[in-house]
C-alpha cells in the first residue's frame, strides 16, 4: 500500500503557501499515474467497461471525500472518470491533495481485483 494511503487529509485553512518545484517530486514520486498540472492540481483518467461500473467508483471516491473532507473534481463519462485535486483555499497543492490521490487509487484497485 502507498504510505500516502495511509494519511489523513488535514484541512487547510489558508494563509500557506502551495508546494512548488522541488517540493512536489516526493509527493510525485509515490504518484506516478498522476499528472502534475502547471504546479496547481493533480489528474488523472480513470478507465471503466461500462458507465454503470464507473458510476459505482464515483460513488466510493465520494465517500472517501466525504470521510476526508477533501473533495477532487470528478467528471463521469461512459467508460472513464477524470479526476482533478487541489486545494481550493490556497489556489495549489498541498500533501492532503497527494494523499486524496493516494486513496483514490486504493479505491479504484480495490475495485479491479
Known sequence: MNKLAEKQCVPCR???????????????EQLPDWKI???HHLAKSFLFPDFKTGL????Q???VAEEQGHHPDLCLAWGKVGVEIYTHKIRGLTESDFVM???IDQVYLAGTR
Open 61 to 63: 471516491v465520494g465517500a
Open 14 to 28: 489558508g494563509g500557506v503557501p502551495p508546494l512548488q518545484g522541488a517540493e512536489l517530486l516526493p509527493y510525485a
Open 56 to 59: 459505482a467508483f464515483v460513488n
Open 37 to 39: 498540472i502547471e504546479e
Open 101 to 103: 490521490a493516494a486513496k
